[in-house]
């Protein structure tokens, strides 16, 4: 268990003390998959049904045994959970990939192959190696195997070397940090929002001013939502029904109304676009209760389409928006 196999970011102990809970009650679990190379048995899937073992000071697991090697079991364990088990988050599927491209072997694959390996979508796998390359200096890193499996460099595919991008990062830091010299309060606070507005912000996510069964903001909407999201200030305002293909849903009401600490309900908001979403799941937010959520979007790779009825919650949207230099357009 102490090999690198261990896929998540981290172990739940609510997890194991539920897992351990049914243990006790006779309830049946799954084999854990496990690596066996002859000397040493190498843990590849099930660490939580391991652990909740232990906590009963059980003696015996049922396995399911391959015979391979700490890097087989390695492979197996990036895309375990993807289709069954306790929900991946999404720190979890980057623990994954990234555990491929560091690798000195695996690196050279292409982002669909680790995609499918890691059970993620391509897009995902692309902007993880492209942070990467930005901050590593081994030219491996431009590398691909073709499909005849020569190396290939793909450094200058699009017109740009992977130097030519570094160049180009350095001058939009600059531009950056003299911008901040220059004009402290971010320009996006002159824009002032007003009924009706749709701002895009960034490359996928939508503000939209106004009440979200305005058919401007319908028609905004894709045909599959990942998570739905409402903040209500009433209980009278629960909703009666979701739209169509929304596969998640999460509905929050306090009667701390607006004096509830952001902080905490940014953690809140985190732990379930974390749980119930993958990179590119599209978010609907009704209403708009922290300004800096479209950053936590962003952060966690969800595209979002928001609905917030005041003017001036949306220009705080906006106003947060510009902390992060990502450019904002009025349609």
Known sequence: MDGGTQPRSQLFKEVVAEYAEDMKQGANFPPVTIYYDGEEYWLADGFHRVRAKEAIEAT???AEVHFGTQRDAVLYAVGANAAHGLRRTNADKRRS???LLRDHEWSLWSDNAISKKCGVSNTFVGKIRNELMLTNNDNTATLRRGIDNRLIDTSKIGGKSLQDTK?????????????KITSPTPLVQSKEVVKGDTWKLGKSHYLFCGDSSSKKFQKLIPSEIGLFMIFIDTKEHWPQ??????MNAFCFYSSYGEDIDLRNLRQIIENCLATTTDADDTVIMI???DPSLFILMESLYCPCYCAEPDPQRCTDALTAWAAINQPVKKL
């Open 167 to 179: 160049d180009t990062t350095k001058r939009q830091r600059k531009k950056k940090q003299a911008s």
């Open 241 to 246: 029904f979701l739209p169509e293909n929304t």
């Open 287 to 289: 209403n708009l209760p």
């Open 60 to 62: 015996e697991v049922t």
């Open 97 to 99: 990939v990234e555990r």
